[in-house]
């Protein structure tokens, strides 16, 4: 089994991310300008996400859910995207990405799309 660790999009809340740490201080966040990858495609993103066995999020919920269902589509690795639409409260998208991370394994996440809050 393998905890959920995630990679923030270049463009994802931060305040997000305080929320959530707030809550469970030990969940793991990695952020793409953080690796080099702050001005990478979609598809580069998701290409190091699944290398590392990060679930991606994002606020890009057009190109960026393109990239992933491109990448299901030629059978390439995807470790996960949940998307989070930018005008959504901020609670319960913190809410729900802290049960995620309690209550859910990496391995569950593979190949998925997900908006957030389920």
């Known amino acids: 089994m393998s905890a959920i660790r995630f990679l923030l999009d270049h463009d994802f809340n931060a305040k997000i991310m305080k929320g959530v740490l707030r809550i469970e201080p030990t969940v793991d966040f ?5 690796v080099g990858l702050a001005e990478a495609s979609d598809n580069d993103v998701l290409a190091y996400a699944a290398n590392e066995s990060l679930i991606t999020l994002s606020h890009d919920v ?17 470790a996960g995207l949940l998307l989070a639409v930018q005008e959504k409260p901020l609670k319960p998208i913190i809410d729900e990405l802290v049960y995620i991370w309690s209550a859910s394994q990496a391995y569950e996440w593979a190949g998925r799309v997900q908006y957030i809050p389920l």
């Open 62 to 78: 057009n190109t960026m859910r393109y990239a992933a269902y491109k990448r299901l589509a030629n059978e390439e690795p995807m």
């Open 30 to 34: 990695v952020r793409v300008r953080d």
